[in-house]
């Protein structure tokens, strides 16, 4: 007889790799990771022998990290239309394929300075296609309890690989060439694809036809503005990255006027970062007990500010690395609590866009505060910059401190089957449309201020679904009258919202009929739109 797993077991930081799918793909993850660190190590490096400008050495990162904000919510989009695991593996062949073109045309003396950016952004996009499909995976892979030690995991396979990816690339550029770097990535990328050509995962099957890009996208844009907990996660993984930002922008310039600074210190500086966010990843399940997320955010904040202070201030890396240490372990936390927040705001079916959304957002607010806090360094000095970022940070942070990602988030479980509506007569494409529904109220008129809050819920709720426009329309005759009226863009978009109810919508909807005093339900009707000739 199986004994079921104990409480700490189920809580240790290492508990979801109980499950052999997470296993799995954390192995994808650390051999993918590994690879970006490996081709933005040896491009810059390679592009250092074929140019002497700054701007295109530059431009290396610039090219590896644009198309993340380019293309978050389209491959967001494109990730929660098809099947995830399909398009998992043709990211990961994207990849290969871009590291094979950069090793033939290495080998073969063709590579220039413009093919090198060229190659490196299309690189980028397997990036960019990649982020937003794994993170909508996760919850799916791990029991909800589990999801934030499973992203913290997340968190370590980031920077372990963020530690090993230099180390091997350096070690093969120094040895045997550049190009080979790129060979190793080709390989390690098709032997990750393989992995994942053996999962079968079950793939839900719905009656109704795929969504459209555009469709999908504005979908997954509008859930996002009508959650007002991705609001404050969006408000408070920004605020962070634009602070913790200065740090790593000015790091190399901090390493270089260090006493002995030079590469070395730098990688040092860089190791001790990332040994800090493992440290955290496994403290994480212990600090949750002890703290809300929103507490772990204002007062990791808190500690990175500080840290970068420090590593500003301080005279050698001696000094520095237990702040880039502390740096680190604050670092992690604040993003695995904001993180772990998002994916609870999400229901599945718009879930790899929404994270794409938080990703652009992330990506987005540390390209800004790179160049901000360079420009402040620019025209001060270093630790004018460093001190200036910490004060607007937690200033920002204590000023936004009623924007909560924590707490008791709705219930997004799903909840299906839905019944439902049905046609008098079959429609010859279920693209047909718009579709206008009325649901008409009956209520107790000293009870209207109650309903009017409930329905403004409700109108989030609709637009978060997926409907177009929402309007609630009061009686001029009847008291306690009210029509709920509702657009939809097609018939399928229509019948698309029932296969998105969640039991938290169910909760709501059972709170709008108990206002209801009529007769049975509250009346339903639907129309579609006649085609008409307009000439």
Not at 33 to 60: E, H, Q
Not at 130 to 157: D, K
Not at 336 to 342: G, I, P
Request: aromatic share 6%; with cysteine; proline share 5%.
């Amino acid at each position: 007889m199986t004994t079921a797993p104990s409480a700490p077991a189920l809580n240790s930081a290492l508990a979801p790799f109980a499950h052999p799918v997470f296993r799995m793909l954390w192995t994808v993850w650390v051999a993918a990771n590994t690879c970006m660190w490996m081709n933005d190590v040896a491009a810059a490096w390679l592009m250092t022998t074929l140019t002497t400008s700054p701007m295109m050495v530059a431009l290396v990162q610039t090219a590896s990290t644009l198309p993340v904000f380019l293309l978050g919510l389209p491959s967001g989009a494109l990730a929660d239309i098809l099947d995830r695991r399909r398009y998992l593996i043709m990211t990961q062949v994207w990849v290969a394929i871009t590291a094979l073109l950069l090793c033939l045309a290495i080998l073969s003396d063709g590579i220039s300075a413009p093919l090198l950016l060229m190659l490196t952004f299309l690189n980028g996009i397997g990036l960019a296609m990649r982020m937003p499909v794994y993170s909508a995976l996760m919850p799916e892979l791990v029991p909800r309890p589990q999801l934030p030690q499973a992203m913290a995991l997340n968190g370590i396979a980031m920077n372990v690989s963020r530690i090993i990816g230099p180390i091997i690339a350096g070690a093969l550029i120094a040895s045997i060439g550049t190009a080979y770097v790129f060979v190793l990535n080709m390989v390690i990328s098709a032997l990750a694809t393989l992995v994942l050509v053996r999962w079968r995962r079950e793939q839900k099957v719905s009656s109704l036809p795929g969504e459209r890009f555009l469709g999908a996208m504005r979908v997954g844009v509008q859930y996002v503005r009508q959650s007002t907990r991705m609001h404050a996660v969006l408000l408070r993984i920004s605020v962070f990255f634009l602070q913790s930002s200065a740090l790593l922008a000015l790091l190399p310039l901090l390493a270089r006027q260090m006493h002995g600074g030079n590469a070395g210190t730098f990688t040092v500086l860089l190791a001790s970062m990332g040994i800090g966010a493992i440290a955290a990843a496994l403290l994480m399940p212990r600090v949750r007990h002890r703290l809300t997320r929103d507490q772990i955010v204002l007062y990791g904040s808190m500690t990175e500010a500080t840290a970068a202070v420090i590593v500003g201030f301080a005279p050698n890396a001696y000094v520095a690395s237990p702040a880039m240490m502390i740096a680190g372990l604050a670092w992690l936390a604040v993003a695995n609590s904001v993180s772990v927040s998002a994916q609870l705001a999400l229901p599945d079916w718009v879930r790899a866009r929404g994270m794409a959304i938080y990703q652009m957002t992330m990506m987005g607010s540390s390209a800004i505060g790179a160049a901000l806090w360079g420009q402040v360094a620019t025209l001060s000095n270093l630790r004018t910059s460093l001190v200036l970022a910490a004060i607007a940070g937690v200033t920002v942070l204590w000023a936004t401190r009623s924007f909560k990602v924590g707490g008791i988030s709705e219930d997004l479980t799903p909840q299906l089957p839905v019944q439902m509506p049905t046609l008098a007569e079959p429609l010859e494409d279920q693209r047909d449309g718009p579709v206008l529904v009325m649901i008409e109220y009956r209520i107790d008129p000293a009870r209207s201020e109650e309903f009017r809050e409930v329905m403004k819920e409700t109108r989030r709720s609709r637009l978060q679904q997926g409907a177009l426009s929402w309007e609630l329309f009061r009686d001029t005759v009847q008291p306690g009258r009210f029509i709920e009226y509702i657009v939809d863009e097609s018939w399928v978009e229509h019948l698309r919202r029932f296969d998105r109810v969640t039991a938290g919508d169910v909760a709501l909807r059972d709170r709008r009929r108990s206002f209801h005093i009529g007769e049975g339900l509250p009346i339903v009707t639907r129309c579609i739109a006649e085609p008409m000739d307009r000439n």
